[in-house]
Protein backbone atom coordinates (compact mmCIF):
# COMPACT_ATOMS: atom_id res chain seq x y z
CA UNK A 1 0.00 0.00 0.00
CA UNK A 2 1.51 3.35 -1.03
CA UNK A 3 1.43 5.88 1.66
CA UNK A 4 3.54 8.97 0.54
CA UNK A 5 0.70 10.50 0.44
CA UNK A 6 0.34 10.23 4.18
CA UNK A 7 2.56 12.96 4.82
CA UNK A 8 0.22 15.60 3.87
CA UNK A 9 -2.79 14.66 6.04
CA UNK A 10 -3.59 17.38 8.45
CA UNK A 11 -4.92 16.22 12.04
CA UNK A 12 -8.50 17.01 10.95
CA UNK A 13 -8.34 14.47 7.88
CA UNK A 14 -6.52 11.49 9.63
CA UNK A 15 -9.06 11.65 12.73
CA UNK A 16 -11.97 11.93 9.99
CA UNK A 17 -10.81 8.76 8.23
CA UNK A 18 -10.00 6.56 11.31
CA UNK A 19 -13.31 7.42 12.77
CA UNK A 20 -15.16 6.56 9.41
CA UNK A 21 -13.20 2.80 9.76
CA UNK A 22 -14.03 2.28 12.90
CA UNK A 23 -17.71 2.95 12.52
CA UNK A 24 -17.52 1.06 8.81
CA UNK A 25 -16.45 -2.10 10.62
CA UNK A 26 -18.34 -2.05 14.31
CA UNK A 27 -21.59 -0.34 12.85
CA UNK A 28 -24.28 -3.41 12.19
CA UNK A 29 -26.82 -1.47 11.63
CA UNK A 30 -27.36 0.08 7.81
CA UNK A 31 -30.13 2.87 8.76
CA UNK A 32 -27.26 3.89 11.26
CA UNK A 33 -24.53 3.39 9.13
CA UNK A 34 -26.04 5.57 6.45
CA UNK A 35 -27.31 8.47 8.28
CA UNK A 36 -23.38 8.83 9.34
CA UNK A 37 -22.55 8.05 5.75
CA UNK A 38 -24.67 11.15 4.74
CA UNK A 39 -23.22 13.56 7.72
CA UNK A 40 -19.87 12.24 6.28
CA UNK A 41 -20.46 14.06 2.99
CA UNK A 42 -21.53 17.59 4.59
CA UNK A 43 -18.05 17.18 7.31
CA UNK A 44 -15.74 16.71 4.00
CA UNK A 45 -16.32 19.44 2.51
CA UNK A 46 -15.16 21.34 6.27
CA UNK A 47 -12.39 19.28 6.97
CA UNK A 48 -10.80 18.20 3.59
CA UNK A 49 -9.50 20.68 1.09
CA UNK A 50 -11.41 19.35 -2.41
CA UNK A 51 -8.13 19.50 -3.88
CA UNK A 52 -6.26 17.32 -2.05
CA UNK A 53 -5.94 13.33 -2.31
CA UNK A 54 -7.44 12.57 1.03
CA UNK A 55 -10.46 14.37 0.36
CA UNK A 56 -11.00 13.09 -2.67
CA UNK A 57 -10.22 9.42 -1.74
CA UNK A 58 -12.83 10.29 1.36
CA UNK A 59 -15.38 11.39 -0.91
CA UNK A 60 -15.17 8.19 -2.73
CA UNK A 61 -15.68 5.94 -0.23
CA UNK A 62 -19.37 7.57 0.92
CA UNK A 63 -20.37 7.90 -2.65
CA UNK A 64 -19.62 4.87 -3.76
CA UNK A 65 -21.49 3.06 -0.82
CA UNK A 66 -24.47 5.73 -1.23
CA UNK A 67 -24.73 4.34 -4.68
CA UNK A 68 -23.91 0.78 -4.02
CA UNK A 69 -26.69 1.13 -1.35
CA UNK A 70 -29.66 2.49 -4.58
CA UNK A 71 -28.51 -0.44 -6.74
CA UNK A 72 -26.38 1.24 -9.34
CA UNK A 73 -23.17 -0.58 -8.74
CA UNK A 74 -21.98 -3.50 -8.53
CA UNK A 75 -18.79 -4.82 -6.05
CA UNK A 76 -17.29 -1.01 -6.45
CA UNK A 77 -14.41 1.11 -8.03
CA UNK A 78 -10.79 1.25 -8.19
CA UNK A 79 -9.85 4.93 -8.69
CA UNK A 80 -6.51 5.32 -10.60
CA UNK A 81 -7.01 8.74 -11.02
CA UNK A 82 -8.94 11.83 -9.83
CA UNK A 83 -10.94 12.18 -12.85
CA UNK A 84 -11.16 8.31 -14.28
CA UNK A 85 -12.77 5.04 -12.20
CA UNK A 86 -12.93 1.77 -13.96
CA UNK A 87 -15.14 -1.45 -12.57
CA UNK A 88 -14.03 -3.80 -10.45
CA UNK A 89 -15.74 -6.64 -12.38
CA UNK A 90 -15.39 -6.86 -16.33
CA UNK A 91 -18.50 -8.20 -16.61
CA UNK A 92 -20.44 -4.99 -16.16
CA UNK A 93 -22.32 -3.37 -19.21
CA UNK A 94 -21.70 -0.14 -20.70
CA UNK A 95 -24.73 1.06 -19.16
CA UNK A 96 -23.67 0.57 -15.71
CA UNK A 97 -20.32 1.63 -15.99
CA UNK A 98 -22.35 4.86 -17.52
CA UNK A 99 -23.92 4.99 -14.66
CA UNK A 100 -21.25 4.53 -12.22
CA UNK A 101 -19.21 7.22 -14.31
CA UNK A 102 -21.50 9.74 -13.83
CA UNK A 103 -22.18 8.72 -9.95
CA UNK A 104 -18.25 9.31 -8.94
CA UNK A 105 -18.41 13.08 -8.74
CA UNK A 106 -16.37 15.47 -7.41
CA UNK A 107 -17.02 18.66 -5.03
CA UNK A 108 -17.69 21.01 -8.12
CA UNK A 109 -20.02 18.46 -9.48
CA UNK A 110 -21.55 17.93 -5.83
CA UNK A 111 -22.60 22.15 -5.85
CA UNK A 112 -23.50 21.94 -9.42
CA UNK A 113 -26.25 19.06 -8.71
CA UNK A 114 -27.13 20.81 -5.33
CA UNK A 115 -27.74 24.54 -7.74
CA UNK A 116 -30.17 22.60 -10.28
CA UNK A 117 -31.94 21.43 -7.26
CA UNK A 118 -32.68 24.51 -5.46
CA UNK A 119 -33.74 25.83 -8.97
CA UNK A 120 -36.19 22.81 -9.50
CA UNK A 121 -37.88 24.27 -6.41
CA UNK A 122 -38.14 27.68 -7.80
CA UNK A 123 -41.80 28.77 -8.38
CA UNK A 124 -42.56 29.55 -11.93
CA UNK A 125 -45.08 32.34 -11.59
CA UNK A 126 -46.55 31.37 -15.19
CA UNK A 127 -47.86 27.98 -13.71
CA UNK A 128 -50.02 30.33 -10.83
CA UNK A 129 -53.50 31.96 -11.17
CA UNK A 130 -53.13 35.29 -12.96
CA UNK A 131 -54.28 37.53 -10.23
CA UNK A 132 -51.88 35.38 -7.50
CA UNK A 133 -48.81 36.21 -10.26
CA UNK A 134 -50.31 40.10 -10.47
CA UNK A 135 -50.06 40.98 -7.26
CA UNK A 136 -46.55 39.44 -6.51
CA UNK A 137 -45.74 41.43 -9.47
CA UNK A 138 -47.23 44.32 -8.52
CA UNK A 139 -44.51 44.89 -5.46
CA UNK A 140 -41.78 45.52 -7.80
CA UNK A 141 -40.64 48.79 -9.05
CA UNK A 142 -40.16 49.84 -12.52
CA UNK A 143 -36.34 48.68 -12.14
CA UNK A 144 -36.67 45.05 -10.97
CA UNK A 145 -40.16 44.72 -13.13
CA UNK A 146 -38.06 45.02 -16.17
CA UNK A 147 -35.73 42.12 -15.10
CA UNK A 148 -38.79 40.27 -14.66
CA UNK A 149 -39.59 40.65 -17.68
CA UNK A 150 -36.49 39.05 -19.21
CA UNK A 151 -37.84 35.73 -17.56
CA UNK A 152 -41.67 36.28 -17.37
CA UNK A 153 -42.19 38.96 -20.73
CA UNK A 154 -46.10 38.08 -21.02
CA UNK A 155 -46.46 39.04 -16.82
CA UNK A 156 -43.77 41.69 -16.35
CA UNK A 157 -45.19 43.78 -19.24
CA UNK A 158 -48.94 43.58 -18.42
CA UNK A 159 -51.02 47.10 -18.77
CA UNK A 160 -52.18 46.44 -15.70
CA UNK A 161 -48.98 46.72 -13.83
CA UNK A 162 -47.33 49.84 -14.96
CA UNK A 163 -50.35 51.48 -14.98
CA UNK A 164 -50.60 50.59 -11.23
CA UNK A 165 -46.66 51.85 -11.17
CA UNK A 166 -47.84 55.34 -12.75
CA UNK A 167 -50.22 56.56 -11.01
CA UNK A 168 -48.49 55.30 -7.92
CA UNK A 169 -45.72 57.90 -8.61
CA UNK A 170 -47.83 60.77 -10.53
CA UNK A 171 -51.35 60.39 -8.81
CA UNK A 172 -52.62 62.65 -11.38
CA UNK A 173 -51.49 63.65 -15.27
CA UNK A 174 -53.94 64.76 -18.01
CA UNK A 175 -53.86 62.01 -20.44
CA UNK A 176 -55.28 59.53 -17.90
CA UNK A 177 -58.51 60.94 -18.69
CA UNK A 178 -57.99 61.09 -22.32
CA UNK A 179 -58.62 58.38 -24.84
CA UNK A 180 -54.76 57.36 -25.23
CA UNK A 181 -53.92 56.94 -28.80
CA UNK A 182 -53.18 54.52 -31.05
CA UNK A 183 -49.91 52.64 -29.74
CA UNK A 184 -50.23 53.84 -26.19
CA UNK A 185 -48.31 51.82 -23.51
CA UNK A 186 -48.27 52.43 -19.47
CA UNK A 187 -44.51 51.00 -19.62
CA UNK A 188 -43.90 54.06 -22.14
CA UNK A 189 -45.51 56.35 -20.71
CA UNK A 190 -43.69 55.73 -17.41
CA UNK A 191 -40.68 56.10 -19.04
CA UNK A 192 -41.61 59.96 -20.43
CA UNK A 193 -42.77 60.50 -16.85
CA UNK A 194 -39.52 59.98 -15.58
CA UNK A 195 -37.42 61.56 -18.34
CA UNK A 196 -39.99 64.27 -17.71
CA UNK A 197 -39.55 64.15 -13.69
CA UNK A 198 -35.55 63.94 -14.28
CA UNK A 199 -35.96 67.10 -16.59
CA UNK A 200 -38.16 69.22 -14.40
CA UNK A 201 -35.45 68.89 -11.34
CA UNK A 202 -32.76 69.95 -13.52
CA UNK A 203 -34.84 72.88 -15.19
CA UNK A 204 -38.25 73.44 -14.37
CA UNK A 205 -39.97 75.37 -17.27
CA UNK A 206 -38.25 72.74 -19.87
CA UNK A 207 -39.97 70.16 -17.78
CA UNK A 208 -43.14 70.93 -18.08
CA UNK A 209 -42.34 71.88 -21.80
CA UNK A 210 -41.65 68.48 -22.09
CA UNK A 211 -44.97 67.08 -20.00
CA UNK A 212 -47.07 69.40 -22.70
CA UNK A 213 -44.86 68.21 -25.99
CA UNK A 214 -45.71 64.22 -24.86
CA UNK A 215 -49.17 65.04 -24.44
CA UNK A 216 -49.00 64.09 -20.43
CA UNK A 217 -50.45 67.48 -19.55
CA UNK A 218 -52.48 70.11 -20.35
CA UNK A 219 -51.64 73.31 -20.05
CA UNK A 220 -53.32 74.63 -17.80
CA UNK A 221 -52.51 76.10 -14.24
CA UNK A 222 -55.04 73.55 -12.62
CA UNK A 223 -53.99 70.97 -14.58
CA UNK A 224 -50.41 71.87 -13.70
CA UNK A 225 -51.14 72.09 -10.05
CA UNK A 226 -52.81 68.85 -9.44
CA UNK A 227 -49.41 67.09 -11.00
CA UNK A 228 -47.16 69.03 -8.45
CA UNK A 229 -49.97 67.89 -6.07
CA UNK A 230 -49.87 64.38 -6.53
CA UNK A 231 -46.46 64.22 -7.35
CA UNK A 232 -43.19 63.48 -4.80
CA UNK A 233 -40.50 63.17 -7.10
CA UNK A 234 -40.00 66.49 -7.87
CA UNK A 235 -37.36 68.27 -6.48
CA UNK A 236 -38.32 70.81 -3.85
CA UNK A 237 -35.88 73.76 -4.47
CA UNK A 238 -36.60 73.84 -8.11
CA UNK A 239 -40.22 73.54 -7.45
CA UNK A 240 -40.07 76.31 -5.05
CA UNK A 241 -38.45 78.35 -7.64
CA UNK A 242 -40.97 77.52 -10.15
CA UNK A 243 -44.00 78.30 -7.58
CA UNK A 244 -42.58 81.75 -6.92
CA UNK A 245 -42.57 82.49 -10.80
CA UNK A 246 -45.81 80.72 -11.04
CA UNK A 247 -48.31 82.45 -8.69
CA UNK A 248 -51.18 80.99 -10.80
CA UNK A 249 -50.43 77.93 -10.34
CA UNK A 250 -49.84 78.34 -6.69
CA UNK A 251 -53.53 79.80 -6.59
CA UNK A 252 -54.32 76.83 -7.63
CA UNK A 253 -52.60 74.06 -5.32
CA UNK A 254 -53.44 75.95 -2.35
CA UNK A 255 -57.33 75.41 -3.10
CA UNK A 256 -56.58 71.43 -3.18
CA UNK A 257 -55.68 71.63 0.46
CA UNK A 258 -58.53 70.61 2.94
CA UNK A 259 -57.72 71.82 6.15
CA UNK A 260 -61.19 70.86 7.75
CA UNK A 261 -60.96 69.86 11.34
CA UNK A 262 -57.23 70.25 11.37
CA UNK A 263 -55.23 71.72 14.27
CA UNK A 264 -53.54 75.26 13.46
CA UNK A 265 -50.35 73.63 13.80
CA UNK A 266 -50.74 70.58 11.65
CA UNK A 267 -52.61 71.75 9.05
CA UNK A 268 -49.39 74.69 8.43
CA UNK A 269 -47.36 71.47 8.37
CA UNK A 270 -49.12 69.59 6.13
CA UNK A 271 -49.11 72.91 4.09
CA UNK A 272 -45.57 73.41 3.79
CA UNK A 273 -44.88 69.62 3.33
CA UNK A 274 -46.50 70.48 -0.28
CA UNK A 275 -45.15 73.89 -0.82
CA UNK A 276 -41.88 74.19 1.05
CA UNK A 277 -41.03 77.39 2.72
CA UNK A 278 -38.12 79.56 1.57
CA UNK A 279 -35.05 79.28 3.82
CA UNK A 280 -35.25 83.23 4.59
CA UNK A 281 -37.77 85.77 5.15
CA UNK A 282 -39.43 87.65 2.36
CA UNK A 283 -42.05 88.77 0.06
CA UNK A 284 -42.86 85.15 -1.28
CA UNK A 285 -43.12 83.89 2.58
CA UNK A 286 -45.87 86.15 3.36
CA UNK A 287 -47.36 85.40 0.42
CA UNK A 288 -47.31 81.59 1.08
CA UNK A 289 -48.89 82.67 5.36
CA UNK A 290 -51.83 84.94 3.04
CA UNK A 291 -53.26 82.11 0.91
CA UNK A 292 -52.69 79.39 3.97
CA UNK A 293 -54.56 81.69 6.18
CA UNK A 294 -57.67 82.49 3.69
CA UNK A 295 -57.44 78.75 2.90
CA UNK A 296 -58.11 77.57 6.25
CA UNK A 297 -60.65 80.02 7.39
CA UNK A 298 -62.42 78.93 4.08
CA UNK A 299 -62.19 75.03 4.91
CA UNK A 300 -63.16 75.78 8.88
CA UNK A 301 -65.84 78.78 9.15
CA UNK A 302 -67.68 77.28 11.91
CA UNK A 303 -64.45 76.88 14.12
CA UNK A 304 -63.73 80.35 12.94
CA UNK A 305 -66.82 81.82 14.30
CA UNK A 306 -66.58 79.94 17.70
CA UNK A 307 -63.04 81.57 17.86
CA UNK A 308 -63.77 84.44 16.95
CA UNK A 309 -60.12 84.49 14.13
CA UNK A 310 -60.12 86.30 10.46
CA UNK A 311 -57.42 85.36 8.04
CA UNK A 312 -55.41 88.18 9.92
CA UNK A 313 -55.52 86.35 13.20
CA UNK A 314 -54.82 83.52 11.37
CA UNK A 315 -51.86 85.17 9.53
CA UNK A 316 -50.76 86.57 13.27
CA UNK A 317 -50.83 83.27 14.75
CA UNK A 318 -48.84 81.41 11.68
CA UNK A 319 -45.67 84.14 12.11
CA UNK A 320 -46.06 83.20 15.73
CA UNK A 321 -45.70 79.33 15.14
CA UNK A 322 -42.68 79.80 12.74
CA UNK A 323 -40.75 81.78 15.31
CA UNK A 324 -41.35 79.46 18.21
CA UNK A 325 -40.62 76.92 16.29
CA UNK A 326 -37.03 78.19 15.35
CA UNK A 327 -36.78 79.48 18.61
CA UNK A 328 -37.39 76.05 20.29
CA UNK A 329 -35.34 74.18 17.45
CA UNK A 330 -32.30 76.30 16.86
CA UNK A 331 -28.97 75.14 18.74
CA UNK A 332 -27.83 78.74 18.69
CA UNK A 333 -31.02 80.21 20.81
CA UNK A 334 -29.48 79.64 24.37
CA UNK A 335 -32.75 81.49 26.25
CA UNK A 336 -35.99 79.51 25.06
CA UNK A 337 -39.14 81.09 25.35
CA UNK A 338 -41.33 80.21 27.52
CA UNK A 339 -44.89 79.44 27.52
CA UNK A 340 -45.70 82.63 29.63
CA UNK A 341 -43.64 84.65 26.84
CA UNK A 342 -45.49 83.24 23.86
CA UNK A 343 -48.82 83.63 25.32
CA UNK A 344 -47.95 87.30 26.24
CA UNK A 345 -46.60 87.93 22.99
CA UNK A 346 -49.34 86.34 21.01
CA UNK A 347 -51.91 88.18 22.66
CA UNK A 348 -50.81 91.35 22.21
CA UNK A 349 -51.14 90.98 18.56
CA UNK A 350 -54.27 89.44 18.65
CA UNK A 351 -56.68 90.31 21.61
CA UNK A 352 -59.50 88.18 21.03
CA UNK A 353 -57.77 84.59 21.15
CA UNK A 354 -58.00 83.14 24.15
CA UNK A 355 -55.14 82.06 26.73
CA UNK A 356 -55.94 78.31 26.50
CA UNK A 357 -56.05 78.12 22.90
CA UNK A 358 -52.77 79.92 22.68
CA UNK A 359 -50.95 77.56 25.63
CA UNK A 360 -52.81 74.71 23.28
CA UNK A 361 -50.30 76.35 19.93
CA UNK A 362 -46.89 76.15 22.08
CA UNK A 363 -47.69 72.71 23.73
CA UNK A 364 -47.80 71.26 20.23
CA UNK A 365 -44.90 73.13 18.53
CA UNK A 366 -42.98 72.06 22.21
CA UNK A 367 -43.91 68.58 21.52
CA UNK A 368 -43.85 67.87 17.89
CA UNK A 369 -41.49 69.97 16.58
CA UNK A 370 -40.89 72.72 13.30
CA UNK A 371 -44.54 73.13 11.39
CA UNK A 372 -41.90 74.37 8.49
CA UNK A 373 -39.16 71.73 8.71
Known amino acids: MKTDYLVNITLPELTFYLFRSVLKFYLCAEPVLQMFTNSCQYLIWIFCPAGSQMGQGLWRIARNQQLQQQGYSGPGYLSREPGRRIPANNNVSNTSHRKQAQGGIDIYHLLKTR???????????????????????????????????????????????????????????????????????????????????????????????????????????????????????????????????????????????????????????????????PEERGEYLETLITKFSHRFCACNPDLMRELGLSPDAVYVLCYSLILLSIDLTSPHVKNKMSKREFIRNTRRAAQNISEDFVGHLYDNIYLIGHVAA
Not at 172 to 184: A, D, Q, R, T, V
Not at 237 to 257: C, F, P
Open 115 to 277: KSKEQEGFINLEMLPPELSFTILSYLNATDLCLASCVWQDLANDELLWQGLCKSTWGHCSIYNKNPPLGFSFRKLYMQLDEGSLTFNANPDEGVNYFMSKGILDDSPKEIAKFIFCTRTLNWKKLRIYLDERRDVLDDLVTLHNFRNQFLPNALREFFRHIHA
